[in-house]
């Protein structure tokens, strides 16, 4: 008995085996393909199963997707197109199979299409366009491709199409709000910064007018503590530029108004301002470069970039150390003048330099570290170098010292005329020329001060000319000494000769340049334009070339007759 | 000649203070108002030699009291100079074409604001040169 059942099991076993190889065989015939129907014995019979359309789950799958999907030949025909693919262009599904799917893309994304089908017949793809509308609209899409085999023609493509126009929605109410947002905080901090200054500007008046002995002398004592009230004063309204300017250049709102700077008077103005800070911390400032060059650039801006790095400078760098600031035109770069900030004190180190011109970075992350500011002033003066279309950059060694250079780009006459030659666009009908022609006196006392008397005189000359109308070229220097101003005014001669008046009268007022100097002063006007409405760039570009001769030659001529 | 006659229009009591002191002292003489509306009345009636003038105003905006002051005939030759706690961009540009003198932010550096209130007096002629 034991041995009969024995057998009996052995027996079920080996045909169970047989029974599940057949079965597996039978599987991967499926899978590979080779089988096209199944018949099944069962308690009612055989069941026969066709398996000639085996994508048969995947087709329902597929039009029931929200996605669009469509099967494409080599060549990119539309063989099969769900509900939804023919919904997003706006088409009965009869009319898409059979055309070939790049019609159904707009116009500009047709010529890449082919190579997106050929690259997707080695890898999958996916790349964005847009489907063409029934109604001359356009659907953003994103496209996915991959290669699939079909059963007639080999290769093929199975495409699928997501709708992106709800993203792109949202990505322009995202993009609208965060405007809206930033129009807000400038706002806000416009409205802030009004506040702040109200009360400054009382606690700045009430002390200069103590300052200055309006009411009543003030001792010694008195004096250094209103000094430090003043400087306390000025540091906060540095504060409240600082904060403003940085919400102005993230609503991209700064604007620069270029003239020509002599770069050796910015610097040596910056150094003058911080002469004192300097001297307080017994740190010797120093500088040192070409005397002549000028850059196209707005001499706010350039003042703002070096008390800014120079400040820093001294901030950073220990009692008795040094700083020095460098200017000349920059190595490889002619058209532009390379300015650069040196320091003996802490340094940098590298992965904080990478950080510095970043917004509110502060070494050490923190704001308690002795040191006053808001930590917006490197990025500030990064925005403002780039708006002068320059570059800025730091070197540093930790424990030896941090060189801050930037570049500016190197002054001609026409960079500069196009303020004087338009006015909102329109050519204005006149551009006349101011000659100053000035000489010290004869004296041993007005020749040794002749520098300090020309620079009194070019700040005269700022002073009386408009910022958007007329521009102060840079002196041309004549022998022995002696030279001549002149100003490039954007009117005709009665306004040019106004403008001429107030500069001898500002001359007679001043004592030390009516002790100092001879200057005569004279008007013409170098250039009538005619009406032009609209003059296009290359318009103004060439009237420029024109005047910038004509300037040069007057003034020339001027210095050349003496 | 007499002392020149400024009209200083100025909403915050400090700053009248402060500026009447600094304005007298520089040998001026000085009116007041505190807004708009009233800024107005006392220029009409007062022809100041020269007003200096806020913009953010109770009863009236300073430009609202430029344009009146502008387009009277007794007072179209007076001088403006703006002394403003407001933003230079957008209100210097505003201002000066608007007529104004000269445009100054506060707080204003004092040196640079009594030079231009001399400068306009004297084109006038309310200042001898």
């Not at chain 1, 409205?191 to 200055?212: G, K, M």
Request: glycine share 8%; aromatic share 4%.
């Amino acid at each position: 008995m034991k041995s009969q059942c024995g057998r009996n099991l052995r027996a079920e076993l080996e045909h169970t085996q047989a029974r599940l190889a057949e079965l597996e065989a039978t599987m991967n015939a499926i899978y590979r393909g080779e089988v096209d129907a199944l018949a099944v014995g069962g308690p009612q019979g055989s069941r026969i199963f066709t398996l000639q359309n085996p994508e048969e789950p995947y087709r329902i799958l597929a039009e029931r997707m929200s996605e669009g999907v469509a099967t494409l030949s080599a060549e990119g025909t539309i063989l099969f197109c769900n509900q939804r693919l023919a919904k997003m262009t706006g088409l009965p599904p009869e009319r898409m199979l059979g055309a070939p799917f790049v019609s159904k893309l707009c116009e500009e994304d047709r010529a890449g299409f082919p190579g997106l089908v050929q690259l997707a017949l080695q890898h999958n793809v996916r790349s964005e366009g847009h489907l063409l509308q029934e109604n001359e609209s356009v659907l953003p899409v994103q496209l996915s491709l991959s290669r699939i085999l079909l059963q007639e023609s080999g290769e093929g493509i199975c495409l699928v199409a997501t709708d992106l126009s709800e993203r792109v929605r949202a990505e322009e109410e995202l993009r609208l709000s965060r405007e809206r947002q930033l129009r807000l905080k400038d706002e806000l901090l416009s409205h802030v910064s009004h506040e702040l200054r109200t009360p400054l500007a009382c606690i700045h008046q009430f002390t200069t007018i103590l300052l200055d002995g309006i009411s009543g002398e003030l001792t010694a004592d008195q004096s250094g503590v209103l000094e430090i009230i003043l400087k306390s004063a000025n540091q906060l309204r540095t504060m409240i530029d600082d904060l403003l300017e940085t919400a102005r250049i993230e609503a991209g709102k700064v604007k620069v108004a270029r003239s020509c700077v002599v770069l050796q008077d910015a610097v040596r103005e910056a150094i003058q301002m911080l002469r004192g800070t300097a001297a307080e911390k017994g740190i010797d400032l120093e500088r040192e470069g070409h005397s002549e060059l000028l850059v196209y650039a707005d001499p706010r801006r350039v003042l703002q970039i070096l008390l800014n790095l120079i400040g820093n400078a001294l901030k950073f760098t220990p009692a008795g150390g040094h700083v020095e600031v460098k200017y000349g035109v920059a190595p490889g770069e002619p058209g532009y003048a390379l300015v650069t900030v040196e320091d003996d004190g802490c340094g940098i180190s590298e992965p904080v330099q990478a950080r510095v011109f970043e917004r509110l970075y502060q070494e050490g992350g923190s704001i308690d570290q002795g040191h006053e500011g808001l930590g917006l002033g490197l990025a500030i003066c990064k925005e403002l170098v780039s708006s002068h279309k320059g570059k800025i950059w730091v070197e540093s060694q930790p424990g030896k010292g941090s060189t801050f250079s930037f570049t500016l780009p190197v002054y001609s006459l026409e960079r500069i005329l196009s303020p004087v030659l338009t006015e909102n666009g329109t050519l204005r009908r006149a551009v006349s020329l101011i000659l100053v022609r000035a000489v010290p006196k004869p004296t041993t006392a007005a020749i040794e001060q002749w520098s300090r008397t020309r620079r009194k005189l070019n700040e005269l000359l700022c002073r009386c000319s408009l910022p958007d109308k007329d521009v102060v070229l840079p002196s041309v220097r004549a022998q022995p000494a002696g030279e001549t101003f002149a100003i490039l005014a954007g009117t005709d001669a009665s306004g040019a000769e106004l403008l001429a008046q107030r500069i001898r009268q500002q001359m007679k007022r001043c004592q030390e340049l009516s002790e100092n100097c001879v200057a005569q002063v004279s008007s013409q006007v170098v250039r009538a334009t005619q009406e032009l409405e609209t003059p296009t760039k290359e318009d103004v570009e060439a009237i420029a070339r024109e005047v910038a001769c004509a300037v040069s030659q007057a003034m020339n001529m001027r210095s050349g007759s003496r | 000649m007499s002392k020149p006659k400024i009209l200083v229009i100025e909403d915050d009591n400090n700053m009248r203070i402060a500026l009447n002191m600094r304005l007298k002292a520089a040998g001026y003489e000085t009116i007041f108002a505190t807004d708009g509306l009233s800024a107005t009345i006392v220029a009409f009636k007062e022809v100041p030699d020269l007003v200096l003038l806020d913009l953010g105003l109770p009863a009236g905006d300073g430009f609202v009291v430029m344009e009146r002051i502008r387009n009277n005939a007794k007072l179209c030759c007076v001088p403006v100079i703006v002394l403003t706690a407001r933003e230079v961009r957008g209100n210097k540009d505003r201002a000066l074409a608007a007529g104004a003198y000269a445009f100054f932010q506060k707080p204003a550096d004092n040196e640079a604001l009594m030079d231009a209130i001399e400068r306009a007096l004297k084109g006038t002629g309310a200042l001898a040169t």
